[in-house]
């Protein structure tokens, strides 16, 4: 096949305005910032208010990434979104941004892999733009976390945080690729370790309704020693395909789960602070959307210098993890 090379063309965001603090946590959990500071590195998290969902800021996500481009929505080709916990299951959220974008040519379509959604998401869309079928696909990864968290469970429930972030693709016009490797992977056997169910009822005229449980669990340990050994082998497969070491890579852009996890990838790669891109104080764990929040803050904040090369990785319920090493062009927005 005559591969596409891709071009990443931009970035957008979208958070609810309301911040809980840890300290606000601690009027409704036996918990502390001492605790949550030190052992996550979160010290607030922006959270989704009664009228806000996860289409509300996918919606806006997609926006500032169409504003940002040049492409006007009838140019997109595909828009594929990646969410955990949308707010329909149909219309797809990506449905809705269709219409939102004025999209009206591009196909749409959800997709569930937890916090990994926008490394897959990336996968299948470079993938589609390779076959030369379709030319520009918005990537949009949204969740409203706080929605489905078991509010008396401080081992989970300190963790997460609402937000949107999207980044739109392109066949590359001067054929140079902007994705040097993308490895993503998954583990069903580990899946117990995080759950979301969405049980249903069954017929009345089969048995009785049942109460369902539509919240998140996780046994945070069995992810955090699965991760510390995954992640690392992930990024140096990456870093090895694109045939790259990690002194030629200036960022590590990661999932923003637990500080701690990402300082083991920065002492892996022999990153300074200056290479590490971190804005978990400040959102917490946004799943899907984390990896696209936190590039498109690295770049509106100058953290993220362009052009440059950086890592991308993230890992997540399924047990779903994926790394991909990209180029950011200069001018990236
Ligand atoms: O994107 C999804 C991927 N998820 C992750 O990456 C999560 C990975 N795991 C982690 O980040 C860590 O395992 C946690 C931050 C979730 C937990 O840290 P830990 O060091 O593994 O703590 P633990 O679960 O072993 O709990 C230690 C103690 C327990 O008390 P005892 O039994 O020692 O008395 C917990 O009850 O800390 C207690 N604890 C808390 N205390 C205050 C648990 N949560 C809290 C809390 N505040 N929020």
Redesign the pocket.
């Known amino acids: 096949m005559n591969y596409k090379p891709v071009q990443i063309l931009s970035l957008g965001m979208s958070v609810p305005d309301t911040v809980i603090t840890n300290d606000d946590l601690t009027k409704i959990?036996?918990?502390?910032d001492e605790?949550?500071s030190t052992?996550?590195g979160i010290k607030q998290r922006h959270i989704a208010n009664g009228n806000e969902n996860s289409t509300l800021f996918g919606v806006n996500a997609a926006l500032d990434a169409m504003k940002k481009s040049g492409i006007e929505g009838i140019e997109v080709d595909a828009i594929i979104v990646a969410s955990s916990n949308p707010y329909n299951i149909y219309p797809s959220t990506a449905c809705v941004i269709q219409d939102a974008i004025g999209a009206k040519n591009a196909i749409a379509f959800d997709i569930t892999v937890?916090?990994t959604g926008m490394i897959y998401a990336l996968e299948i869309g470079r993938s589609m733009i390779a076959t030369g079928k379709y030319k520009n696909v918005l990537l949009v990864a949204t969740d409203t976390n706080s929605k489905f968290l078991d509010w008396t469970d401080?081992?989970?429930c300190?963790?997460f945080g609402d937000g949107a972030g999207a980044i739109l693709i392109s066949k590359a016009q001067d054929g140079v690729d902007d994705i040097l490797a993308l490895n993503v992977n998954a583990n069903g056997s580990m899946g117990k370790f995080?759950t979301m169910n969405l049980t249903g009822d069954n017929c009345p005229l089969v048995e009785p309704a049942t109460e369902g449980c539509h919240k998140i669990t996780?046994n945070?340990?069995e992810?955090?020693k699965f991760?510390v050994q995954t992640m690392p082998e992930s990024i140096m497969k990456c870093l090895e395909d694109a045939k790259l070491e990690p002194k030629d890579v200036d960022y590590l852009v990661p999932?923003q789960?637990?500080l701690?996890?990402i300082e083991g990838l920065q002492n892996r790669l022999e990153f300074s602070d200056d290479k590490v891109i971190v804005n978990i104080d400040k959102y917490g764990?946004t799943?899907a959307a984390s990896v696209p929040i936190v590039l498109t803050e690295g770049i509106q904040s100058g953290k993220i210098k362009t052009p440059s090369v950086a890592i991308l990785c993230a890992?997540?319920?399924g047990m779903a993890w994926g790394s991909a090493v990209v180029r950011l062009r200069e001018g990236l927005k």
Not at 29 to 32: A, P, V
């Open positions: 959990l036996d918990t502390s605790w949550i052992r996550t937890a916090c401080r081992g989970s300190v963790l995080i996780m945070g340990k992810v955090y991760v999932h789960a637990n701690r996890i764990n799943s890992f997540g319920a």
